[in-house]
């Protein structure tokens, strides 16, 4: 499940953004954060905004607790982050107001935290594509819907700060190859691909630096200055892109499902899953969507509903390092079993589990492909609650919105990737 981690510079740490916010005090092994996480949601989306220099910008660049925003972050279920920050430009036809989308940096700090594997443990990272793509393309996908002008795919780098370069610096600057300059991208964007994150820049360009000698030298108030009057552009530019980005996966997703109309009988859009579970990525994805979802809740075993949630579940139960539990039609279960019954459109049917599957007080999670009518996965929970386990949840790949099958399972928390309209 989507979950997106803001990271706010000068302006751009706004809780008005989100409806229904709470503030959380997040405690890591790394210390506290630089503020307080602002929680709430953006059209239905879960955001957290955090304050990269404090609530009130009282925090050199060089003494951001990078390790413990990251980190505080990822604990909270963030799996995307956007991260705004102010930049000199470097090159001319990145324009003071621009905003700017890098996807390469280079690093010129020269005493920060920069890695989580530090101590017990090395672990080398890949680096070469440190930005996200995806995040990119769709930021720059909506600066052109709302005429916003942007650079892309440009060179970061970051400097130790908090004083500003010399003319030397800059020209040397310019010689690396870098085309925009800050003080916050490294090592921010380091570690959040040490902890497997989805992050990407958001940038707003306040000045030409100092290589341009026709252009006022960059002071902190022209930048403060600049930054208030870009920050509802990029505040317009958020609310519009957020949406979108938990739009993606579930498009994605449905890409590769096949509908076949009028099976298995006339009127019937049926969604067939085998193209979805025969693609290596968009199954990968599948998997990857649950495994964040379910990773850091309670959770002792994995149950999966005849056939295909026996392919999705067996695949999440390895990913969660728990077991898996088949709940099978009549007849296919060789040890003692219980049953449960539920109404068909015409006539009955039944499930059944084996008597020792499940312990009692065990957290299972449901798993199936499809929630339609909701009979099926309402026997099988009940099932569950015969042995003593208790429902953590029930997650499908597809629900059917017509069929109101949510409404049959309002007991349990119910959780669906893609959601289709119509049968």
């Known amino acids: 499940m989507i979950k997106i981690g803001i990271i706010g510079g000068s302006g751009l740490d706004d809780p008005k953004l989100l409806e229904n916010y709470e503030e959380k005090e997040i405690e890591t092994p790394y210390g506290k954060p630089s503020s307080l996480i602002t929680c709430g949601k953006i059209n239905g989306i879960e955001v957290c905004i955090l304050s990269r220099h404090g609530k009130n910008h009282t925090i050199p660049p060089s003494q951001v607790n990078y390790r413990a925003n990251i980190y505080a972050l990822k604990l909270l279920g963030v799996s995307h982050i956007l991260a705004t920050t102010a930049v000199g430009s470097l090159k001319e036809e990145i324009k003071p107001g621009n905003l700017v989308f890098p996807n390469q ?115 902190w108030e022209i930048i403060e200055q600049r930054m208030k009057e870009n920050a509802d552009k990029v505040k317009t530019l958020l609310l519009k892109v957020i949406p979108k980005i938990a739009d993606k996966d579930e498009e994605f997703i449905k890409d590769k499902i096949r509908t076949i109309p009028n099976w298995p009988k006339e009127g019937i859009m049926f969604r067939d899953i085998t193209t979805l579970l025969k693609d290596k990525e968009g199954l990968k994805k599948v998997i990857d969507i649950l495994e964040k979802r379910y990773k850091d809740r309670k959770i002792d075993i994995v149950a999966g509903v005849e056939s295909r949630g026996f392919i999705i579940g067996g695949m999440l139960a390895n990913r969660l390092g728990v077991g898996f539990v088949p709940i099978r039609k009549l007849g296919k279960l060789p040890y003692e079993t219980i049953k449960e019954e539920y109404e068909l459109e015409y006539g009955k049917d039944a499930v059944e589990i084996h008597k020792d599957a499940i312990q009692l007080g065990q957290k299972v999670l449901l798993v199936d492909d499809l929630i339609a009518t909701g009979g099926t996965a309402q026997a099988a929970a009940r099932l569950v609650e015969k042995l003593g386990g208790e429902i953590e949840e029930i997650a499908f790949i597809i629900e059917l919105l017509d069929l109101k099958g949510r409404e049959k399972l309002s007991k349990w928390r119910v959780f669906s990737i893609v959601k289709f309209e119509g049968e």
Not at 191 to 200: F, P, S, T, V
């Open 105 to 219: 940096f280079i690093d010129f700090t020269k005493q920060r935290a920069m890695s989580f594997y530090d101590k017990e443990e090395v672990i080398h990272t890949p680096m070469a594509e440190p930005f996200s793509k995806e995040l990119r393309e769709i930021l720059c996908q909506t600066c052109e819907e709302l005429g916003f002008e942007y650079n892309k795919d440009v060179t970061v780098i970051t400097i130790e700060g908090p004083r500003f370069s010399t003319r030397a610096e800059s020209f040397m600057f310019k010689n690396l190859g870098a085309d925009i300059i800050n003080m916050s991208t490294c090592p921010e964007v380091i570690l959040a691909n040490e902890l497997g994150l989805e992050y990407q820049t958001i940038a707003m360009s306040t000045d030409y630096d100092c290589w341009k000698q026709d252009e006022e030298a960059v002071t």
